[in-house]
């Protein structure tokens, strides 16, 4: 008797710890690796997270995609793509870590700890007044799930927010403004940019060097989002020169970082491993089982994609 099965694919995930939370959830599905998928016409769904060039083909009964992360840039657009429902990832405990990853990053600029930092390296005591929290401007550069839920929380401390979004968006104590022709004068308004937009043809090198200019003298840069999202080499030149002072990067246009590459180079950055925000499986599988259950009732899955914007 056929079993409906569910096909793993990730080069950085615990495929263990996925199989044992998805059982626990719908113990009537099989779980499979891609590298050994059996009986390939009883695979109706698949987990996946930068699968190779021409791994969709081998599955002409997919029901559904999952991506593992909430970024879909490297699932939409491909050739061998099904015409299935495609979803993201967006769990409480994802939006947990984005927040407080957020939060650390516009905390350690408002209470000014790489100056702090600095100092010590010098072994120097150095005392900067605090500011007041209201005076900080904090520009949120999209406003998905996780850009909602840090800009909700950067307002609660008392920060003057802001959010930008590809369409009108309300939050409570944020200002948001929205369209192409907002854009502008919402980066010259910030002295803290957060980068948070998917990436999309539209975004690829949206803070190009114009647009990073915008931004106030001596701002703060935090890039969550994709590094393609940002002119690399507009934006090193800007740290080189202070024009932007500081910038704290968890994505870049190649990962790993690699040996050598100027931004190791900068003592106004720090860089994180593409860890912002990561998936735990035990509480991700359950959108994920409920996603499929939807799929099995002829219903629409949890945090669907829309392929044509990329989100």
């Known amino acids: 008797m056929k079993r409906e099965a569910l096909v793993f694919y990730s080069p950085t995930d615990d495929p263990t710890a996925w199989r044992d939370a998805l059982a626990a959830e719908l113990p009537d599905l099989d779980f499979r690796l891609s590298a050994q998928p059996g009986d390939t016409s009883e695979i109706h769904y698949a987990l996946v997270w930068k699968p190779p060039t021409g791994f969709f083909a081998p599955y002409p009964h997919l029901r559904l995609v999952t991506n593992l992360g909430a970024g879909v840039d490297e699932i939409v657009g491909r050739n061998d793509l099904p015409d299935v429902p495609i979803c993201r990832l967006s769990d409480p405990g994802m939006v947990q870590l984005m927040t407080s990853y957020v939060l650390f990053a516009v905390l350690r600029y408002a209470r000014d700890i790489p100056s702090f930092e600095r100092s010590k390296a ?43 979004s590809r369409t009108q968006k309300q939050l409570a104590h944020v200002n948001c403004v929205s369209g192409a022709g907002a854009l502008d004068g919402f980066l010259a308004a910030n002295e803290i940019l957060v980068c948070m937009l998917p990436l ?10 114009r647009r990073l200019a915008l931004l106030p003298e001596g701002a703060k840069l935090i890039n969550v989002s994709r590094g393609q999202v940002v002119d690399e080499a507009a934006m090193i030149e800007a740290l080189r020169s202070r024009r932007i002072a500081e910038a704290t990067l968890d994505v870049f246009v190649k990962e790993p970082l690699p040996e050598g590459h100027p931004l190791w180079a900068l003592d106004n950055v720090l860089i994180t491993p593409h860890l912002a ?19 099995r009732r002829g219903e629409e899955p949890l945090h669907r994609v829309d392929p044509k914007r990329g989100y």
């Open 122 to 164: 010098r072994g120097k005591w150095e005392f900067i007044h605090p500011r007041p929290f209201a005076e900080i401007k904090v520009g949120l550069l999209g406003l998905g799930d996780l850009g909602a839920a840090a800009a909700t929380a950067l307002a609660n401390l008392g920060f003057t927010v802001s959010g930008w």
């Open 277 to 295: 925000s990561n998936t735990t499986p035990a509480i991700a599988a359950r959108d994920v089982a409920e996603s499929i259950r939807r799929i």
């Open 200 to 209: 999309t043809p539209e975004t690829h090198g949206l803070l190009d060097k």
